[in-house]
């Protein structure tokens, strides 16, 4: 029996590459291999993805209809239930895990770990506070059920194929709450371009880029170069982009290869989202923006010349 | 509807430079100025709007912490709460332990919903509002971007990784607020003054009975490792050269 329970993320159809990432943190964990659970209805394409994953001990698969949207309230007291032969309950520090995990940890009576960015022993994680102004280190008690959101953006996903996990259908006998509805999904259309969270290379646009019309030109780049669209919270509040593409505190943390900002002045918040990128190249027109300070290559100028000059090199 | 409780917490202002402190048993709070938790103040906004326009007929504002926390509650009394309510505790309160003190003043109180942040920028948890749902046995929508009320549920627009999802919830529920969800107003100062005579009832953590013992202890704390100084270009030419040198042109 492994110790570690995994929530695996996904949307009935694609399992999130996060969960790779939490198997990445388990096996710094408990090398033994770790289980991942799939919440849903008719989702068995998801339970073979996640079998198929590198490090996955057994995928348990737990198929009702009131599983097809993801609504914590629901699923809280199924993985509770479950929780009993587990050390460990991990979910990605997504808006998912995000929501759910605390309602996890409080039907166990324990507390949670938010943003798990490193093992540093069995019981012993450091975390980020203070917007990743600092990181504290911290220890769980023993005998205490750990539940904890990891950090995708600390974490490279094991290999997504090479595992042969045996999958079984669980059954829960729990009483599920009706007072949580799902009602609809409303998202702004990426077309064929990559995940933001997943993406190699990202391409962001802050308030300098000035209009919804004017975020074509990054679009644009973005195509060429393979790339996912971001935002700065300052472009999504002024309405240029929907609010998925916000890039920060309170939006997506990622860590792609390469990340350019165009126009992004580079506020606390802004930065706490992309510290983990590899290369940081930041495009703006006032050299004293902050954005400089952490960027790797930094260039003063107008993206508006800057981004077509750019094109013609690619 | 009749009541709605606020969640005030009492944070490091969110313009200060966090300084870690040399023993690395904290961060620097001393001298330092404290505000309201922003998403909380946002909560509290969204709390005056709903009773503003007939949703609701009382505002509580609630904050658990030192007595310096009657600072904040006494703001949130300026902004347009009717009454606060602060539980007196001397040491930090981790989710759990925050979780099961609302618990406890809402079965006093009785709401009909309860408004918190999404989560504090010191600790940035996110988990009071989802744990207190979970103890309450009631529904939780998270970072709230709207709000709508018909016949004892409220429908709900939450920013969620994948775009905006909408969720119906029966009431009583907790709502944690996301940052689009309004604009807080600002405090004026015959707001302030009247402030002062509202009610501000102080009750000690200890006499509601709550687990208050840490779920966790802090080892240290430290500054996030510091990325390596970058180098300024001049011109794109400059610029594609330096991403072919790191191999990040194909």
Known sequence: MSKVLIIAEHDGTHLNQSTAKCLNCAQSIDDAGADVVTLGNQCAAVAEQAAALTGVSKVLTIERAENEHAVAAVMAPQIAALADDYDYVLAPSTTFGKDLAPRVAALLGVGQLSDVMSVEGPREFKRPIYAGNAVVTVQVPEGKKIVATVRAASFRPVAPSGGQAEIASVQISVELPGHTRFVELLSGSSGDRPDLQTAKVVISGGRGVGSEENFEILYRLADKMNAAVGASRAAVDAGFVPNEMQVGQTGKIISPDLYIAFGISGAIQHLTGIKDAGTIVAVNKDGEAPIFEIADIGLVGDLFDVIPELEKHL | ?250
Request: net charge negative; glycine share 8%.
């Open chain 2, 1 to 250: 509807m009749d009541k709605i409780l606020v969640g005030l917490k009492r944070v490091v202002d969110y313009n200060v430079r966090i300084r870690v402190k040399p023993d690395g048993s904290g961060v620097v709070t001393d001298g330092v100025k404290m505000s309201i938790n922003p998403f909380d103040e946002i909560a509290l906004e969204e709390a005056l709007r709903i009773k503003e326009r007939g949703d609701a007929s009382e505002v509580i504002a609630v904050s658990i912490g030192p007595p310096d926390c009657q600072q904040q509650l006494r703001t949130g009394l300026a902004m347009g709460a009717d009454r606060a309510i602060l539980v007196e505790a001397d040491q930090e309160t981790d989710p759990l332990a925050a979780a099961g003190i609302f618990l406890e003043i809402i079965g006093r109180e009785q709401p009909d919903i309860v408004l918190l942040g999404k989560q504090a920028i010191d600790d940035d948890c996110s988990q009071t509002g989802q744990m207190l749902a979970a103890l309450w046995g009631r529904p939780q929508a998270t970072f709230a971007s709207k709000i709508e009320f018909s016949n004892g549920t409220a429908s709900v627009t939450r920013e969620v990784d994948a775009g905006l999802e909408v969720i119906d919830v029966d009431l009583p529920a907790v709502i944690t607020t996301d940052l689009r969800l309004n604009e807080p107003r600002y405090v004026k100062l015959p707001d302030i003054m009247k402030a002062k005579k509202k009610p501000l009832e102080v009750i000690g953590a200890g006499d509601l009975g709550v687990d208050m013992s840490p779920q966790f202890s802090a080892v240290r704390h430290e500054p996030p490792a510091e990325r390596q100084k970058g180098v300024m270009v001049e011109d794109v030419d400059g610029l594609i050269a330096a991403l072919k040198d790191k191999d990040l042109l194909g």
